[in-house]
């Protein structure tokens, strides 16, 4: 699978339900499908308007071309070394100029743009954990239930059962002020690709990436770490808003 369909699968959950992308979920799900990529598929996933600034930014920052080149698409959605690669001061200028998020948060700005100089990386975990506003198309506030079904999450089969996958996560909590990860659980998700890539053979054990309910792909236990550690650094930066 190239970076290009495997970041339609991550796309797909939060497009689904007009959250972030054009209205062209049924076009894209057509496109994952039946696994093909085409300049359709480019210019749709390049009208994300948090999303594509994200992976330019990445990619710019270590002198890769293709904004969707898989290591790309893995660093913003996963986490790899291509984060490290991003300074500190192009990180600030995406989040005033490429995202224009000075504008969009007035002067809540400071407090996002501060976590750059505590360790905050451009990986999608950042943007939910601290920029809290639905930054697409429905720009509100998250709910606690919104920013866990907004993060990527692990998921460990348990079991499937046709479409139903059940799954093990560790949801998010809260005691009004902070925020971190809680105790294991069971879930329900359901696959929405027909196609015969890696869901369809999905086993007990295996580990799933899940986005808005959706699981995107089966990705290893090393992805899975990374994924857990960018994500508590990022949940370590993050403060319930007032």
């Known amino acids: 699978m190239d970076g290009i369909l495997r970041c339609s699968r991550y796309a797909f959950g939060p497009n689904r339900l007009h959250y972030c992308g ?30 594509a600034p994200y992976l330019k930014l990445i990619a710019r920052a270590n002198g890769i071309i293709d904004m969707f080149d898989d290591r790309v698409v893995e660093a913003y959605w996963l986490g790899n070394e291509l984060l490290d690669g991003v300074g500190k001061q192009r990180f600030y200028r995406h989040l005033e100029d490429g995202l224009k998020l000075r504008q969009r948060l007035g002067i ?45 999450t692990p998921g460990r089969v348990l079991s499937v059962h046709g479409p139903k996958v059940i799954v093990e996560v560790e949801p998010l909590v809260t005691d009004g002020h902070s925020i971190w ?10 696959r929405p690709f027909e196609s015969r890539e890696d869901l369809d053979d999905l086993a007990a054990g295996q580990i799933v990436a899940l986005h808005w309910g959706v699981p995107c792909e089966v990705i290893t236990v090393e992805q899975a770490d990374r994924l857990r550690k960018y994500t508590a650094r990022h949940l370590a930066l993050a403060v319930l808003p007032q």
């Open 22 to 51: 054009p209205d062209a979920n049924r076009e894209l799900l057509a496109y994952i499908e039946e696994g093909e990529t085409d300049f359709g598929l480019r210019a749709m996933l390049s009208a994300f308007e948090t999303l």
């Open 108 to 152: 809540g700005f400071s407090d996002v743009s501060d976590r750059i100089g505590l360790g905050a990386v451009p990986h999608h975990s950042f943007h939910v954990l601290s920029v809290w506003r639905r930054t697409g198309q429905a720009d509100v506030v998250h709910t606690l239930d919104s920013l866990d079904s907004c993060r990527i």
């Open 181 to 190: 990860i809680g105790s294991a659980e069971k879930r329900t998700v359901l």
